[in-house]
């Protein structure tokens, strides 16, 4: 994960850069097929819709990530229309590293509700941008969300319940706050300089024959 990259930084400038245009912005980021849960996020700001219709009424959702796996986009855009949010959801091409970055910074919210996830990259660069994640509990997500200190991490997949989470974050500009300011700083252990320092330990370890360099016991 790239931190000179994926930094925090002005929401009203990140948005005007990406020309997103919106009161509450929730992001997804990904391949949009089932294991990485795009109807889920769909469903989700249709529950958000019925439980809170003031919130969803400022709420638009944007997904960088072109369908794969076999699916296709009007799988989803089809989704949207028969659940009522079409016109609150835009899909859109991935975009390189450095617009992504701004698309974070734009963002109030980054849903990430994978079936499997092995690392999760882009809790990470989420977090990395100083932004709350609202994640499955799954993989790699586990470890890269610390749920109720820098995101919220859900195992059921009930779209209501999801809904509630998310209504929570966007209506508290406070706890999103909090949450992606620690989520920064917690991000900071998932970078490519900080494994390769552990990768090195481990090795130095494994070389001293089990032992912690530097120590005798």
């Known amino acids: 994960m790239r931190a000179d990259i994926f930094t925090p930084g002005d929401q009203a400038e990140a948005r ?10 929730v992001l997804g980021v990904g391949r949009m097929q089932r294991v990485k849960g795009t109807d889920l996020a769909i469903e989700t700001l249709a529950s958000l819709r019925a439980l809170r219709p003031d919130l969803a009424s400022r709420t638009r959702m944007v997904q960088l990530g072109a369908a794969s796996g076999g699916a296709h986009d009007s799988v989803y855009t089809e989704l949207a ?21 701004d698309w974070y910074r734009a963002a109030d919210v980054v849903i990430v509700p994978s079936r499997s996830e092995s690392f999760g990259f882009v809790a990470a660069e989420a977090s990395a941008a100083g932004r709350a994640v609202l994640a499955s509990r799954v993989g790699g997500l586990e470890v890269i969300v610390d749920s109720g200190a820098t995101g919220i991490l859900l195992a059921k997949r009930d779209h209501r319940l ?11 500009a406070g706890l999103r706050d909090r949450l ?7 991000a900071q252990r998932f970078t490519w300089q900080a494994c390769a320092e552990k990768v090195m330990e481990a090795l130095t370890v494994a070389r001293a024959g089990g032992k ?5 016991e």
């Open 162 to 172: 999801w809904a509630e989470e998310l209504a929570r974050l966007l209506d508290d």
């Open 180 to 186: 992606g300011r620690a989520a920064h700083k917690r």
């Open 212 to 216: 912690p360099a530097g120590r005798n």
């Open 81 to 101: 229309e028969r659940l009522g949010v079409a016109e609150v959801l835009e899909i859109r091409e991935p975009v390189p590293a450095e617009e992504l970055a």
């Open 16 to 25: 005007s850069r990406v020309g997103v245009d919106a009161d509450l912005l």
